[in-house]
Structure formats: C-alpha cells, structure tokens
C-alpha cells in the first residue's frame, strides 16, 4: 500500500540467500527465527559488507538485547505488539537517512574530482600535478601510504612518489615495492588488483606480514599504460573495497590524461615541439577526459556500469560487418563510447526503479539525446559523433524521437548505435527487470527489424553477433549473454 517492492522468507538463512541474489534498501527481521536468527543475520550482513539497512522486531525484547542488536549494525529495533503506522515510519525515515547518505557519497566523490580537474586545470606544471593526485588519493581512500610509479617517457624507467599519511605507522622497515612486471600483466588481461592479507603479498617480491590491503590501478592514455597508482593500509581492519579502487580508477582516467598535458607542455618548451602535433595530442587527451566523465556516469550507477563499453563492441561488429573503412569504424566506436553522453545531465536515481515511469520522467529521459548534441557541438573534433548521440532512438519507421526521422532519413551512424544500445539493454540487468537471454534478444530485434530497427543491419548484426560470440568461446573469454 506505501508503494514499496517487498520480498519475504522464512527464515534467517533464506534472507542471506535473497540478499547474495539481489541488492535491497532494507532487511526487516525477526529477532527469533529457526537455523539462522535476527543477530547472526546481521552479523553476516556485516561480515559480508552488505549494502542494507536492517530493521529488528521482536516479543521478546529487552533493553540488553536492543544494545547487542545495534551494536551488530542494527538501524532500529521494534517491539512486538506493534501498529503498522510505526513500521512504515521506521522505513520511511531509514529509506530517508539511506538516500541521503548516498547523496553526500556522490556529492562528496563528484565535489573531489572537480576540485582535482580544476587544480589541475590550472597547471602544466608536472610536478604540481602529482601532487594534487597523490593528495587526493590519501585523503579520499583514506590510505596509510600511496605511491604513483610513473614511467619517464625517455629512459622507459618508473619513479615513485610516496606520500604517508599516518606518521606514527609503524611500517616493517622500508616500504615494500610493488612488482611493476606482476602488476602490469594484471593490467593487460583485465584484472583488477584488490587483495588483502598474505593473498596481497603475490605482487611483493618479499613477504610483508603487517601489509593488511593493497589496490593498484593503471593510468592510461589511450592503450598504453604511462603508470601505475597505489594504496596500502597498515592497519588492522582497514580494508580496501571495491568501491574506494573504482574511485582510483576515476581519478587515476583524470590523473593520466593530465599528466600527459603537462609533459607536453614541457615537451612544447624544451624541444619546441611542432604545434599541430601538439594540438592533436592534446585533442586526444580532451577526448579521454570527456570519455572519464562518460564512464563516471556509469560507475555511479550499477545498472548501466559497463554498457558504453559493450555498445562500442558492438557497434564496431556491425560497422566492420558492412564493410567500412577504417576511419569510419574508429568514428562509429567512439560514437558508440559517447552516445549518452547527455544522461550527465539526468538524474539516473529517478529512472532506475522497479515500477512504471511517470509522464515527467519519460521527459526528462527523453531530453538525454538533444543534451548530448548540445555537449559535443562546442568540441569541433567531437562533432562527427553527433548523430551517435542524437539519433540513436529514432525509429526506422519514424516513430522514435527526438526527430521522429525514417529510413535512410535517420544518419547510418544512429541506426547503428541504436542496434547495439538496444541489444545491450536486453542483455543487461535493469531495475524494472531482469537480463534477458540472448536467443530472446535476437528474436526481438528480428521481429522489430523494419519498424524499429535498420531491417540491412539487423540481418548483419544477427550474424556478426554469433561470430563473436563463437570467437570468446574459443579464447576462453567471456560471453555475452
């Protein structure tokens, strides 16, 4: 009746199964179940750093109990018998304090990485640049040591920069260094470096009994790697998460990209480099930052993360598959990495729920295809992917917006994208639905092909997407759905 989306199950150890399957807001627990009860439930929350608040009910309360159900993690306690209005009041003002924290997460995280662009904004100066990241890394990770190994572009060799921030750590004499070979080969076959305890000690070349967490993420400027950034933790407890190494990978996108505006500032005035190389380098890193911010958009929300990156893997098949030159499937690739460019501007919270979406938020949706035209149409080396980010929801039979084109009418370049965005957001997981297979899929784009789909295309796509499919199975790599 309140409007929320409600699960139940019978007992403590159902709920630790549902919670592993699928994210929730809240738990509302029993205190007394059978196998598993209300306190080691929420211990295992804990244990397993599960995202959700937890509400406790019980007949059987005392004021001991309620002290041991906080102190486990509890957000608040009811005692049976209780009104319902109580309940929903709890919820309310959980869901509440839940939403508001996660906006001064994303608050916080976004406020850090304009300080850090508009620091270095203001600077070519290479050594000031390092600064500014290093202490931005400290200070957000909340790491006991951070060291940027940046590799000078003349020698092939890394230098390191260290920055500790505890003074009193008691660190096992020198700090340990990280093997760059073992690190690097991580890299370059998609591995993500966050261990803990001994397991983190592979990317040592000596034991280190008191390292308790270690995070490493490359800095890259298009496909090759200029460096490495690093965070260890020395004390007890402190762990690294998943989300602190995605916040490293944003600022570590930013970090490379200006990085390499300051050795070519450098480069400009000690060699007196020629200016339209420059310029074409310095285009090449604009394009990198604008892409960060892309895949920032995405890394703030779970459901999309991800899907620029698969639209542009796909795109590149149907362009290759019709046979374009090359420079056009580079155009179309990155077309499909920048077509929502104009979500940036759309609260994605508002969009991502389980029920039906108001006339309003259909709007405001609907807006994301003119803001990216309006983004790209300063940038006059970003201009040719327009089309990716203006057209890809027209309809081939004119029923799609914001133009309502047709046919030929609509450009290649957003018939394209519009197939590979469609197959991506049914392969992928959504708040309103789970991922569909990849048999019903494909049966969904041959059925549309004419009405919304390029019917040329379609058939093209049906055909390459099997191809790359049999490709990852044969190099062991992994399949989309």
Same mark, same amino acid.
């Given at each position: 009746?309140?409007?929320?989306?409600?699960?139940?199950?019978?007992?403590?150890?159902?709920?630790?199964?549902?919670?592993?399957?699928?994210?929730?807001?809240?738990?509302?627990?029993?205190?007394?179940?059978?196998?598993?009860?209300?306190?080691?439930?929420?211990?295992?929350?804990?244990?397993?750093?599960?995202?959700?608040?937890?509400?406790?009910?019980?007949?059987?309360?005392?004021?001991?109990?309620?002290?041991?159900?906080?102190?486990?993690?509890?957000?608040?306690?009811?005692?049976?018998?209780?009104?319902?209005?109580?309940?929903?009041?709890?919820?309310?003002?959980? !869901?509440?304090?839940?939403?508001?924290?996660?906006?001064?997460?994303?608050?916080?995280?976004?406020?850090?990485?304009?300080?850090?662009?508009?620091?270095?904004?203001?600077?070519?100066?290479?050594?000031?640049?390092?600064?500014?990241?290093?202490?931005?890394?400290?200070?957000?990770?909340?790491?006991?040591?951070?060291?940027?190994?940046?590799?000078?572009?003349?020698?092939?060799?890394?230098?390191?920069?260290?920055?500790?921030?505890?003074?009193?750590?008691?660190?096992?004499?020198?700090?340990?260094?990280?093997?760059?070979?073992?690190?690097?080969?991580?890299?370059?076959?998609?591995?993500?470096?966050?261990?803990?305890?001994?397991?983190?000690?592979?990317?040592?070349?000596?034991?280190?009994?008191?390292?308790?967490?270690?995070?490493?993420?490359?800095?890259?400027?298009?496909?090759?790697?200029?460096?490495?950034?690093?965070?260890?933790?020395?004390?007890?407890?402190?762990?690294?998460?998943?989300?602190?190494?995605?916040?490293?990978?944003?600022?570590?996108?930013?970090?490379?990209?200006?990085?390499?505006?300051?050795?070519?500032?450098?480069?400009?005035?000690?060699?007196?480099?020629?200016?339209?190389?420059?310029?074409?380098? !310095?285009?090449?890193?604009?394009?990198?930052?604008?892409?960060?911010?892309?895949?920032?958009?995405?890394?703030?929300?779970?459901?999309?993360?991800?899907?620029?990156?698969?639209?542009?893997?796909?795109?590149?098949?149907?362009?290759?598959?019709?046979?374009?030159?090359?420079?056009?499937?580079?155009?179309?690739?990155?077309?499909?990495?920048?077509?929502?460019?104009?979500?940036?501007?759309?609260?994605?919270?508002?969009?991502?729920?389980?029920?039906?979406?108001?006339?309003?938020?259909?709007?405001?949706?609907?807006?994301?295809?003119?803001?990216?035209?309006?983004?790209?149409?300063?940038?006059?080396?970003?201009?040719?992917?327009?089309?990716?980010?203006?057209?890809?929801?027209?309809?081939?039979?004119?029923?799609?917006?914001?133009?309502?084109?047709?046919?030929?009418?609509?450009?290649?370049?957003?018939?394209?994208?519009?197939?590979?965005?469609?197959?991506?957001?049914?392969?992928?997981?959504?708040?309103?639905?789970?991922?569909?297979?990849?048999?019903?899929?494909?049966?969904?784009?041959?059925?549309?092909?004419?009405?919304?789909?390029?019917?040329?295309?379609?058939?093209?796509?049906?055909?390459?997407?099997?191809?790359?499919?049999?490709?990852?199975?044969?190099?062991?790599?992994?399949?989309?759905?």
């Amino acid at each position: 009746m309140e409007g929320y989306l409600v699960r139940s199950v019978e007992d403590g150890e159902r709920a630790i199964t549902e919670l592993r399957m699928r994210p929730y807001d809240m738990v509302i627990s029993d205190l007394k179940m059978p196998r598993v009860g209300g306190l080691e439930l929420l211990e295992t929350i804990a244990t397993e750093g599960l995202n959700v608040l937890t509400v406790i009910m019980t007949g059987f309360g005392t004021v001991e109990t309620a002290i041991e159900a906080m102190k486990k993690g509890a957000y608040d306690y009811i005692l049976k018998p209780f009104k319902v209005e109580e309940v929903v009041h709890v919820v309310q003002r959980g !869901l509440e304090r839940q939403a508001l924290q996660a906006e001064n997460v994303r608050l916080r995280e976004a406020l850090t990485l304009y300080k850090v662009s508009e620091a270095i904004a203001t600077s070519l100066d290479l050594e000031h640049v390092l600064d500014v990241i290093i202490n931005a890394i400290v200070r957000e990770i909340d790491a006991d040591v951070a060291t940027l190994h940046l590799q000078d572009p003349s020698t092939g060799k890394f230098e390191e920069r260290i920055k500790i921030l505890n003074e009193a750590l008691e660190t096992p004499g020198s700090l340990p260094s990280p093997d760059l070979q073992a690190l690097a080969q991580c890299f370059r076959s998609g591995q993500h470096v966050l261990a803990h305890g001994l397991k983190a000690n592979r990317f040592f070349s000596g034991s280190n009994s008191k390292l308790v967490s270690f995070s490493s993420v490359p800095l890259r400027i298009a496909n090759r790697m200029i460096g490495m950034l690093n965070v260890f933790s020395f004390t007890r407890g402190k762990k690294f998460d998943e989300g602190m190494r995605k916040m490293m990978s944003i600022l570590a996108s930013r970090a490379a990209a200006s990085i390499e505006n300051a050795r070519l500032y450098d480069d400009l005035v000690i060699k007196n480099r020629d200016l339209e190389t420059a310029n074409q380098s !310095l285009e090449e890193n604009f394009r990198q930052t604008i892409v960060g911010f892309a895949h920032a958009l995405e890394e703030a929300d779970g459901y999309t993360r991800g899907h620029s990156e698969r639209v542009a893997i796909y795109s590149r098949l149907i362009a290759e598959g019709i046979q374009l030159p090359e420079h056009e499937v580079d155009v179309i690739v990155q077309a499909g990495l920048m077509h929502d460019i104009g979500k940036l501007g759309i609260d994605s919270h508002k969009l991502n729920k389980p029920g039906k979406l108001t006339p309003e938020e259909v709007k405001m949706f609907r807006e994301h295809p003119a803001k990216g035209k309006r983004i790209l149409e300063p940038i006059p080396f970003m201009r040719n992917l327009i089309d990716g980010c203006w057209c890809h929801h027209e309809h081939f039979d004119g029923g799609g917006y914001p133009q309502g084109l047709m046919n030929d009418g609509i450009p290649l370049l957003g018939r394209i994208v519009a197939l590979a965005d469609a197959y991506d957001a049914m392969t992928s997981d959504r708040a309103y639905r789970r991922a569909l297979p990849h048999d019903m899929a494909v049966d969904e784009l041959d059925r549309c092909a004419g009405t919304q789909f390029d019917p040329d295309l379609t058939e093209v796509f049906l055909r390459v997407i099997e191809d790359y499919r049999d490709q990852c199975r044969k190099a062991n790599e992994p399949i989309p759905r």
